[in-house]
């Protein structure tokens, strides 16, 4: 491998992470959304692997959860899961246009948790610039009956997941985990390389050595952004 290749592979851990193995969408509904419905993720998937996602293209929508606020998006937009929240989605009788997706996490400690994604997240389009040509197309392939629709469709919001999740750690919009240590390259290219091969002799002393800092410096950085130890970090992984 090159020089530039290298640096290049080390620099976008998340897509070796990912790399046959990343989270997929399976769109359950699409198109125009009257009333209300109730979601509450799938029976036949652990909670700690599932997340959701709606996606608003025209209209208005609310998110009603029990005991809490509704979350409102009143212009373009999504709202994201990192687990399997109960709650229903409200429109008006007139109707708006929706996708929404089961996420199902890979086993491979890649779960919504270890990510770091929070409990829901609202994001308006506007606030993600360039997302447009993708949207775009989601929303025409839900109202197109075209031979492999269904898998376009799974596709797109696949790629739109990436674009949110690639959004959401650069505006540290996550809790303590992966995408969060993915803001320093030393932690990154560390988690990269546990993720790969678990079963090395991954000593502190030998992972803060491929970081280029000290082993108590490393310690509390890779703390701070993942919120757990090496050890017991590294110990997760190959419990998955």
């Known amino acids: 491998m090159s020089e530039e290749a290298r640096n290049s592979s080390e620099s976008d851990v998340l897509s070796d992470l990912?790399?046959?193995n990343h989270p997929r969408g399976d769109v359950f509904f699409s198109g125009t959304h009257c009333g209300s419905s109730h979601h509450r993720g799938r029976d036949d998937l652990s909670p700690a692997r599932q997340g959701m996602l709606h996606v608003l293209q025209k209209?208005?929508?609310?998110v009603l959860f029990d005991g809490k606020?509704?979350?409102?998006?009143?212009?373009?937009g999504l709202v994201l899961f990192g687990s399997p929240v109960p709650h229903?989605?409200?429109?008006?009788?007139?109707?708006?246009?929706?996708?929404?997706?089961?996420l199902d996490f890979p086993d491979t400690g890649l779960s919504p948790a270890k990510l770091g994604l929070p409990e829901y997240l609202v994001l308006p389009f506007d606030e993600i610039p360039g997302l447009e040509p993708i949207t775009g197309q989601l929303f025409s392939e839900s109202h197109q009956d075209a031979p492999g629709q269904r898998t376009a469709i799974n596709l797109l919001v696949d790629l739109l997941l990436l674009m949110v999740l690639r959004h959401c750690q650069a505006h540290d919009l996550v809790r303590p985990g992966i995408l969060a240590a993915m803001r320093d390259p030393r932690i990154a290219r560390v988690v990269g390389s546990?993720?790969?091969?678990?079963?090395?002799n991954w000593s502190v002393e030998r992972q803060a050595e491929l970081a280029g800092m000290s082993r108590a410096s490393f310690s509390a950085?890779?703390?701070?952004?993942?919120g757990t130890s090496p050890g017991d970090f590294l110990q997760t992984i190959r419990l998955d």
């Open 59 to 62: 209209g208005r929508m609310r």
């Open 18 to 20: 990912f790399a046959g």
């Open 69 to 76: 606020e509704p979350a409102i998006l009143d212009r373009p």
């Open 194 to 200: 546990l993720h790969q091969h678990p079963g090395e």
């Open 221 to 226: 950085r890779f703390r701070d952004l993942l």
């Open 88 to 102: 229903d989605i409200d429109t008006p009788e007139r109707g708006s246009e929706v996708v929404c997706a089961n």
